[in-house]
C-alpha cells in the first residue's frame, strides 16, 4: 500500500502561474523518491505543502493523501501532531534550522520527549543514543555544545537526529547536502542511506548526481510541473524531456574537451515565453 | 618575478574563543596569466589562502607578495596599486552585492576608488565603458539600472564578474564561483570565466571543493587539507593519480552522472 498519495497536487500565491500544477505522484512505505529541479522549479513548495508549512495564502487544490488519511484543509492543530510524529523534514542549512540559543541536546531531547513522553533521565539517553546513531563520535560533548560549536557536518547529522528521533514514517529532505563540502556530503548521503532504511522519503535537490545516491526514482520538476518520473538511472540513459537532457549535459563537466564550450540546459530547453 | 609570492606564509583567528591555525608554513608561487585551482574540504583554509592574496587578510607570519612588493600592513592609500590589479568573485551573489546600489554603481565601483582614479590608464566609467562590461558578460544594458534583487541567481553572477574584470586585473581570485548556482546556469558561467580569464591571459586562482569544476578551468591545482599544501601539481595528472590520501579522498567522494 502506499504511504503517500498526490494527486493534482496544484498550489498558488495569488494570481501568478501556480508554483506547484497539478501534480501527481505515490510512494510506498519503504520507497524514495527524488524530486529534482531548478529553484522556482516548485520542488521546495511541494515538500512544504506536504509538510503543511505553507504560508496562510497559498491556495492549495488537489490530494495529498498520507497514510489514507487527506492533508490537503487539515486544521494546523491536527498538523502540528503529524510533524512530531509521524512526519518530518530535513533542512539544507542546519545553522538555521537550529536554534542558536539552545544547546543541542536540548533541542534533540525536546523531539525525545514529545515522541516517547518518557520521564527526564531516560531523555538524556535517548538524545546520547540518537547522537551516536547518526555517527557522532562524542555524543555526551556534542549533546552540550550550541550550534554554533559544531562543524557544518556534525551540525547536519545533529539534524538528522532530530529528525529520525520521532520515528517518523515520511521524511522529507530539502537539499540536505547542498550546503556541505564533497567529503561531508559523501558522509551525510551515506548516513541518510542507512538511516531511511524502512522509512518512506521524498528528497529534494537541483543536483541529479546527490539524489543518485539515496533514490532510485526520480521526478523532474520543470515550471511547477512533473515532466518526467520513473527510475532514475533509466532516466538518465534516456532522459525522455529536453530539460532533463539539459539538465544531465550540463552537469557532466568533466566529459567535455577544455577546447570545447560547456553544453547548457538553454542548448536543449528554452522556457516558453510569459503570456 | 612571479605574480604572487607567499612566503613562509601562516595564519591565526580567534573563534568561540580558542585559536585555529587556518594556514601553516605555505609556500606558493603564480606566475603571471596562470590558471591555479585550489581545492580541499571546509576549514580547510582554501578561503583563507585567497583572502591572503588580495590583502583581504593578514597573514599571523610570513610574507606576501604581489608583483614583487609586499602587501603586507600596506596601508590604505597605499592599496590602490592592488585595488586597480587584482580582483575577486565570491561563492554568493546575493551577499556580495551591495542591495542598495544599481547595478551601473556596483559594477563601476573598482574604478571609483581614489587610489584608482589616480591611474592615467583607468576611463571614467562611462556608458560606453559600463555597456561593454554588460556585453562581455551577457548581460542587457537595459539590467544597469536594476537593483541585485530584480536579478535572477545567474545574473547576479554575471554582475559581479563584470565587476571584477572591469579594472582589467591582472589576477582574478574566484571563491566557488558557481556553487550557489543552479546547475542549470552554472555551465554558462564557467564557459564565461573561462573564455575571460584565456582572452585577456589573466592569472586565476579558483578556489573550489568541486573538483570538475577545478579540472576545467585550471592547469595546475594544490591540494590543501587542515592548513597545509599536501599535494600539488599539474591538474590533469593531480586528479587522475592523486598520491596523498587526502586528494584520493576528495576525488573518490566527486560526484558524477
Redesign the interface.
Known amino acids: 500500500m502506499n504511504i503517500l498519495e498526490v494527486t493534482d497536487l496544484t498550489v498558488r500565491f495569488g494570481r501568478n502561474r501556480p508554483a506547484v500544477d497539478s501534480i501527481s505522484f505515490t510512494l510506498g512505505a519503504h520507497d524514495r523518491l527524488g524530486i529534482i529541479g531548478q529553484s522556482g522549479s516548485g520542488k521546495s513548495v511541494t515538500s512544504l505543502a506536504i509538510m503543511g508549512l505553507l504560508p496562510e495564502h497559498a491556495q492549495v487544490s488537489g490530494s495529498i493523501r498520507f497514510d489514507g488519511r487527506e492533508l490537503v484543509g487539515l486544521p494546523e492543530r491536527e498538523y502540528r501532531k503529524l510533524r512530531g510524529d509521524a512526519v518530518s523534514m530535513v533542512f539544507q542549512e542546519p545553522m538555521t534550522a537550529l536554534d542558536p540559543t539552545m544547546r543541542v541536546g536540548r533541542q534533540l531531547g525536546e523531539v525525545v520527549a514529545l515522541h516517547h513522553g518518557e520521564r527526564r533521565g531516560s531523555i538524556r539517553d535517548g538524545v546520547l543514543d540518537w547522537l551516536g546513531r547518526v555517527g557522532i563520535t562524542e555524543p555526551a560533548r556534542i549533546a552540550d555544545s550550541y550550534p554554533h560549536e559544531l562543524s557544518g557536518g556534525q551540525r547536519q547529522r545533529a539534524l538528522v537526529a532530530m529528525a529520525l528521533a520521532n520515528e517518523p514514517a515520511l521524511v522529507l529532505c530539502d537539499e540536505p547536502t547542498t550546503a556541505l563540502d564533497v567529503l561531508v556530503q559523501r558522509q551525510i548521503l551515506r548516513l541518510l542511506d542507512v538511516q531511511l532504511r524502512d522509512r518512506a522519503t521524498v528528497f529534494v535537490s537541483h543536483d541529479l548526481a546527490v539524489v543518485r545516491e539515496v533514490c532510485p526514482r526520480v521526478a523532474v520538476m520543470l515550471e511547477g510541473r512533473i515532466v518526467e518520473q520513473g527510475d532514475i538511472e533509466q532516466i538518465i540513459a534516456e532522459p525522455r524531456h529536453p530539460y532533463t537532457a539539459g539538465l544531465i549535459a550540463s552537469a557532466r563537466i568533466d566529459r567535455v574537451p577544455r577546447d570545447q564550450p560547456l553544453p547548457s540546459v538553454a542548448d536543449f530547453y528554452t522556457p516558453a515565453e510569459e503570456a | 618575478m612571479s605574480l604572487v609570492e607567499l612566503r613562509s606564509v601562516a595564519a591565526t583567528y580567534r573563534r568561540?574563543g580558542r585559536d585555529f591555525v587556518a594556514l601553516r608554513e605555505v609556500e606558493l608561487a603564480i606566475e603571471a596569466g596562470e590558471k591555479v585551482g585550489v581545492v580541499g574540504?571546509?576549514?580547510s583554509g582554501k578561503t583563507t589562502l585567497a583572502r591572503l592574496m588580495l590583502g583581504l587578510l593578514k597573514p599571523s607570519a610570513g610574507d606576501v607578495r604581489f608583483q614583487g612588493r609586499s602587501i603586507i600592513g600596506l596601508p590604505e592609500r597605499r592599496r590602490g596599486w592592488l585595488r586597480a590589479s587584482a580582483s575577486m568573485v565570491f561563492q554568493d551573489p546575493n551577499s556580495s552585492l551591495n542591495p542598495r546600489l544599481r547595478l551601473r554603481h556596483i559594477i563601476a565601483e573598482p574604478l571609483l576608488s581614489p587610489a584608482v582614479r589616480n591611474r592615467s590608464d583607468v576611463p571614467e566609467p562611462g556608458q560606453s565603458v559600463l555597456a561593454a562590461a554588460m556585453a562581455g558578460v551577457g548581460l542587457d544594458v537595459d539590467l544597469l539600472d536594476r537593483f541585485p534583487h530584480q536579478l535572477s541567481?545567474g545574473q547576479r553572477q554575471r554582475a559581479a564578474i563584470a565587476r571584477s574584470l572591469i579594472n582589467d586585473p591582472a589576477l582574478l581570485v574566484a571563491d566557488e564561483p558557481v556553487s550557489a548556482l543552479?546547475?542549470?546556469?552554472?555551465?554558462?558561467v564557467?564557459?564565461l570565466l573561462s573564455d575571460e580569464v584565456s582572452q585577456r591571459g589573466l592569472a586565476l586562482v579558483l578556489v573550489s571543493?568541486?573538483?570538475?569544476?577545478v579540472?576545467?578551468l585550471c592547469d595546475r591545482v594544490i591540494v590543501i587539507e587542515h592548513g597545509l599544501i599536501v599535494e600539488q601539481g599539474p591538474v590533469g595528472q593531480v586528479l587522475t593519480n592523486p598520491t596523498h590520501p587526502y586528494t584520493e579522498?576528495?576525488v573518490?567522494?566527486?560526484?558524477?552522472?
Open positions: 568561540a574540504g571546509s576549514g541567481g543552479d546547475v542549470s546556469v552554472r555551465a554558462q564557467l564557459n571543493h568541486d573538483l570538475a569544476v579540472g576545467r579522498a576528495l573518490e567522494a566527486t560526484l558524477s552522472l
